[in-house]
């Protein structure tokens, strides 16, 4: 089946695949998440076959899983590759961050308490995936003037990764957001105030460690029995 039928509009598989990953992407189906398809189907008004096509889609893509006797399910994050680019990214950006300093402005330092102020605001009735293109904006305020652009590539494909791997962070761990606006507030504050490079860097870099910190402690949670929690 096409994308799209004779008239233009969207095919039935594609508008299963749309639905299903817009709900991947935002959080509402999250990693484990069985997807069965004669909910799907009914769902959206269709029968299992254009749903089952989607499905195929979304596993090529390494979204969805697919196991004898489990069914679909939305896929796992690999745990390694997620910790590797966190701490990687961790290292660059903090390096960026306390690079760009010098050259951050006030009116950048405006512009970032005013995304800051629109991720605490989204905390009321929160949306993952939203809450994660702010942060990525706001983050953007402090690396995106680092002098030295090798240093900034590796901080741009770091980003780029983590959407790869995963679109939102917050979906698991969305405690973790409160702390993070808060922790937001104190870099700015250092920049604001000349605080000592080195001092910019390590609040930088400890920012990103505790998101992976927090998600580490999320998934030891998960995998202890219901006996252990």
């Given at each position: 089946?096409?994308a799209t039928?004779?008239?233009?509009t969207?095919?039935k598989?594609q508008?299963a695949y749309s639905?299903?990953?817009?709900r991947?992407?935002?959080g509402?189906f999250v990693?484990?998440f069985?997807?069965?398809?004669?909910s799907?189907a009914?769902e959206?008004?269709v029968?299992?076959?254009?749903?089952?096509?989607a499905?195929?889609?979304?596993?090529a893509e390494?979204?969805?899983?697919?196991?004898r006797?489990?069914?679909a399910q939305v896929?796992?994050?690999?745990d390694?590759a997620?910790?590797a680019t966190?701490?990687?990214?961790g290292i660059?950006?903090?390096?960026a961050t306390?690079l760009?300093a010098p050259?951050?402005t006030?009116?950048d330092?405006?512009?970032?308490?005013?995304?800051?102020a629109?991720?605490i605001?989204?905390?009321e009735?929160f949306?993952?995936?939203?809450?994660t293109?702010?942060?990525?904006?706001?983050?953007?305020?402090?690396?995106?003037?680092?002098?030295?652009d090798?240093?900034?590539d590796?901080?741009?494909r770091?980003w780029?990764?983590m959407?790869?791997?995963?679109?939102?962070t917050f979906s698991?761990?969305p405690?973790?957001a409160r702390?993070?606006v808060?922790?937001?507030?104190?870099?700015l504050k250092?920049?604001e105030?000349g605080?000592?490079?080195l001092?910019?860097?390590?609040a930088?870099?400890a920012?990103?460690?505790?998101?992976?910190?927090a998600?580490?402690a999320?998934?030891?949670?998960?995998?202890?029995?219901?006996a252990?929690?």
């Open positions: 089946m096409t039928d004779t008239n233009g969207l095919s598989s508008q639905w299903i990953r817009e991947i992407n935002s509402a990693p484990g069985r997807l069965v398809l004669g799907i009914k959206l008004g029968s299992v076959v254009p749903v089952r096509e499905i195929r889609r979304l596993e390494g979204l969805v899983t697919f196991e006797n489990v069914g896929a796992m994050l690999d390694s997620y910790s966190m701490q990687a990214l660059v950006e903090g390096a306390m760009s050259f951050i006030a009116a330092i405006a512009a970032a308490r005013l995304v800051n629109q991720m605001e989204s905390l009735h949306e993952p995936r939203r809450f293109e702010l942060n990525r904006e706001f983050h953007s305020v402090l690396f995106e003037r680092c002098p030295n090798q240093l900034l590796l901080v741009h770091g780029n990764q959407n790869v791997l995963r679109d939102s698991f761990v405690g973790r702390a993070s808060d922790e937001h507030e104190h870099i250092l920049i105030d605080a000592d490079s001092e910019i860097e390590m930088a870099r920012h990103r460690t505790r998101t992976l910190d998600f580490a999320y998934q030891a949670d998960r995998k202890r029995s219901p252990q929690r």
